[in-house]
C-alpha cells in the first residue's frame, strides 16, 4: 500500500535551515562591533592620555616659567631692597653721591646732571629720551632765593610741596597739578653749597626712585674752584670787584669793555655806571622801557639784589645784570652773536660766562687797606685814607690830617660846649644841616663852598662825645660827600 502522507518539500527544509544561523550571525555581530568598539575606545583613551600627558608637561613647563620669573622679580626686588648691593655713582666737581640698583643705565649727558635708569637708551624711542629715569641736575645759586627757584622751574604749572630731609639738609619734595603725561611726578629741591640739587621724576616706578633719593649725600667739592685764578676787576668809583677769564681780553675801542678773541666776531663783556638811582619798575633801554614782566629780580653774593632783563637787536643778544648802589647804578652786559654768520662760523657765546662771573660779584669796604687812628684820652678811633698823613703839630684836642699841604685834609677838634649851642651856631650860617647815623651814633652835618680864592669843598660833622665835650669833624678843600660818609662810618667810641 502507498504512503499517501505529505513529505515535507526543499524550501520547507531551507527554512529551517536559515532559522538556526541567526543566532550564530548575531552572535557574530556583536562580537565584531564589541571588538570595534572597543579597539576605538582604547585608541581614544590612549590619544587622550598622550594628549593629557602633553597638557601636563605643558602646564609644567608654564609653572616652571612663571616660578622663574617670579623668581627673578624678586631676586631684582632683592636687589633693589638690599642696598649693598647698588652701585655708587659720586661727583667730586659738584659733591654729591648717589646709588642706584645693580644693572641700572646711568647717562651723564652735561655737566653736573645725571639720568638713572632701568633701560638702555634708544634713539627715537617712544615716549622720548630719559622717560622713564631719575635725573639729577645742579645748578649755581648764583643769589637767586630759593623758593623763587622752585616757583620758576614749575612757571605756570600749580603745584604742591612738604618739608623733607635730603643728603643731611632741609629741602622739598613737590609734584605738579595737572593732567597729561607727567603730570604728578615728584621733584625733590635741596639747597647746600651755594648750589641746588633737583632730583625729578617723569615716569617710572615711584617706589625704587624714592629709595634712591634717600641715599643722596651732599658734600663740599674737593675741586678747586674754576674762579680761583681768573683775574679781578676792581672799580674804585662805586667800590665793587667781580673775578672773570684769564682770556678774556680788553677792549682798544671800548672803555671796560672785554672780549675774548676777535673783537669784531666776539661777544663782548662790559661794565657801565649809570650816573642814576635805579628804579626797577621804570628800566629803560636804549630800545625803550622794559616791561617789567620781563625783569627778573635775583639776589647775587652778599645779599645785594639785582634785576636781569634781555636786549634783543639785528644781529646781538645782550643779557644785562643792574645793581644799585646809592644814587648810581652798575649795569654788567653780556652780549653775544646771534647772526647768522656766527652761527656759521666757531664761536662761543660770551654769556655762558655770566653765572661764575656774577657770583663772584660784590661790593667792597674801601676802608680795608686805610689806616687807624686811636684817641686813648677822649676814647674813640676813625679809619683815614693812607694818603693821609698825621700832622706833627696834632694835639689830643686837636687832630689834623694833610692829603695836599695845609690846609686840605681832615680836622678833628675836640670841645667843651653844648651840642645844642653849636648846632644853632651852625644853623645862623648855614642853611642845610642834615642828620646822620653811623654806628648807632647821629651826627649833624652840612656842607659848604669854597667861593674866589678859597676854593674846595668843606664837609662838616658834629656829635656829642662825652658829658662834657663835643666832637668836630671837617674834611676839607679836597674831600668828597662819599668819603666823609665813610670816615664817619668807621668812628667808634670806646668806653
Same mark, same amino acid.
Given at each position: 500500500m502507498l504512503n499517501t502522507s505529505p513529505q515535507p518539500s526543499e524550501p520547507m527544509f531551507i527554512a529551517e535551515k536559515s532559522k538556526s544561523i541567526w543566532p550564530v550571525i548575531l552572535i557574530t555581530v556583536v562580537i565584531t562591533a564589541l571588538l570595534v568598539g572597543g579597539g576605538v575606545y582604547a585608541l581614544q583613551t590612549i590619544s587622550a592620555n598622550k594628549k593629557i600627558k602633553n597638557l601636563e608637561k605643558e602646564i609644567k613647563t608654564l609653572q616652571d616659567q612663571i616660578g622663574q620669573k617670579t623668581d627673578n622679580n624678586?631676586?631684582?626686588?632683592?636687589?633693589?631692597?638690599?642696598?649693598?648691593?647698588? &652701585?655708587?655713582?659720586? #661727583?667730586?666737581t659738584y659733591g =654729591?653721591?648717589?646709588?642706584?640698583?645693580?644693572?641700572?643705565?646711568i647717562y651723564n649727558d652735561l655737566a653736573g646732571s645725571i639720568f638713572l635708569q632701568p633701560d638702555k637708551e634708544i634713539e627715537s624711542k617712544i615716549p622720548g629720551p630719559h622717560a622713564n629715569s631719575l635725573e639729577l641736575k645742579t645748578v649755581d645759586k648764583g643769589g637767586q632765593d630759593f623758593n623763587t627757584y622752585i616757583n620758576n622751574f614749575y612757571g605756570d604749572i600749580k603745584f604742591v610741596k612738604q618739608s623733607v630731609t635730603l643728603g643731611g639738609q632741609k629741602g622739598y619734595l613737590s609734584y605738579s597739578v595737572c593732567e597729561g603725561v607727567g603730570c604728578g611726578s615728584h621733584a625733590w629741591f635741596v639747597e647746600y653749597n651755594n648750589k641746588f640739587y633737583i632730583l625729578k621724576v617723569i615716569l617710572g616706578d615711584g617706589e625704587?626712585? &624714592?629709595?634712591?633719593? #634717600?641715599?643722596?649725600?651732599? =658734600?663740599?667739592?674737593?675741586?678747586?674752584?674754576?674762579?680761583?685764578?681768573?683775574?679781578?676787576?676792581?672799580?674804585?668809583?662805586l667800590w665793587f670787584e667781580f673775578k672773570y677769564p684769564n682770556e678774556f681780553l680788553v677792549s682798544k675801542e671800548y672803555k671796560n669793555c672785554f672780549f675774548i678773541s676777535n673783537e669784531d666776531k666776539s661777544g663782548n663783556f662790559c661794565i657801565i655806571i649809570w650816573d642814576k638811582k635805579l628804579d626797577p619798575n621804570n628800566i629803560i633801554s636804549i630800545y625803550g622801557p622794559i616791561e617789567s614782566k620781563n625783569i627778573e629780580e635775583i639776589i647775587i653774593a652778599d645779599n645785594v639784589t639785582s634785576y636781569n632783563y634781555s636786549e634783543i637787536d639785528a644781529g646781538h643778544k645782550t643779557l644785562k645784570t643792574v645793581i644799585p648802589?646809592?644814587?648810581?647804578?652798575?649795569?654788567?652786559?653780556?652780549?653775544?652773536?646771534?647772526?647768522?654768520?656766527?652761527?656759521?662760523?666757531?664761536y662761543f657765546n660770551i654769556s655762558n660766562y655770566k653765572p661764575q662771573i656774577i657770583s663772584t660779584f660784590?661790593?667792597?669796604?674801601p676802608t680795608d687797606n686805610w689806616q687807624i687812628y686811636r684817641n686813648d684820652e677822649y676814647g674813640f678811633e676813625f679809619k683815614y685814607p693812607k694818603e693821609y698823613f698825621l700832622n706833627d703839630a696834632s694835639t689830643n684836642e686837636l687832630i689834623s690830617f694833610d692829603s695836599e699841604g695845609p690846609g686840605a685834609g681832615l680836622n678833628i677838634?675836640?670841645?667843651?660846649?653844648?651840642?645844642?649851642n653849636k648846632i644853632n651856631e651852625f644853623k645862623q650860617t648855614e642853611q642845610n644841616l642834615i642828620t646822620k647815623t653811623f654806628n648807632e651814633k647821629k651826627w649833624t652835618i652840612f656842607y659848604h663852598k669854597g667861593e674866589g680864592t678859597v676854593t674846595g669843598s668843606w664837609y662838616t660833622a658834629v656829635t656829642q662825645l662825652d658829658n662834657k665835650n663835643i666832637i668836630i669833624i671837617t674834611l676839607n678843600r679836597s674831600g668828597t660827600e662819599e668819603l666823609f660818609n665813610q670816615i664817619l662810618s668807621t668812628f667808634k667810641f670806646i668806653e
Open positions: 624678586q631676586q631684582d626686588k632683592n636687589k633693589q631692597d638690599d642696598l649693598s648691593s647698588w &652701585q655708587t655713582y659720586r #661727583n667730586e =654729591f653721591e648717589i646709588k642706584f640698583p645693580s644693572g641700572w643705565f625704587v626712585y &624714592q629709595k634712591i633719593v #634717600n641715599t643722596l649725600k651732599l =658734600f663740599k667739592p674737593t675741586v678747586n674752584d674754576p674762579t680761583a685764578n681768573w683775574q679781578t676787576y676792581h672799580n674804585e668809583e648802589k646809592n644814587n648810581k647804578t652798575v649795569e654788567l652786559s653780556f652780549g653775544d652773536c646771534v647772526s647768522e654768520e656766527c652761527k656759521t662760523t666757531p660784590k661790593f667792597t669796604d677838634e675836640i670841645k667843651k660846649e653844648s651840642l645844642s
